[in-house]
């Protein structure tokens, strides 16, 4: 699930707006069954993508990114900002993914 999570998510974050993340983090969600595993590999092959693409930008920007970013939120190194990128993203992705597998799960809930 790791391996999808990063196959699913490098186009999305590359290509489309931010938020299209959620969305698509809800959508396999929804399609995975709910397993809490699978919650916590795909959230942490999600979070793998968006810090290494987020290096690959400040790159080609000589560091100046992640340089500005830093000092925004008072961090010691410009490094750090990636850090701050790869918990953002999990914990997006995880929500997001909870979030569709719970939906799944009420809509396919009978009631007693």
Do not use: N, Y
Not at 20 to 48: D, E, I, K, Y
Not at 62 to 90: D, M, T, W
């Amino acid at each position: 699930m790791i391996f999808f999570g990063m196959a699913l998510m490098l186009p999305v974050v590359w290509f489309l707006p931010w938020w299209c993340f959620v969305l698509f983090s809800v959508l396999a969600g929804a399609l995975s069954g709910g397993v809490p595993r699978a919650t916590w590999s795909f959230a942490f092959g999600a979070a793998l993508i968006w810090p290494a693409l987020a290096f690959i930008k400040d790159g080609r920007s000589a560091g100046v990114i992640s340089q500005k970013l830093s000092a925004l939120l008072s961090l010691p190194s410009p490094g750090l900002i990636f850090v701050v990128v790869f918990i953002l993203a999990f914990v997006t992705a995880f929500l997001s993914f909870q979030t569709g597998a719970t939906l799944r799960s009420a809509r396919f809930h009978q009631p007693v």
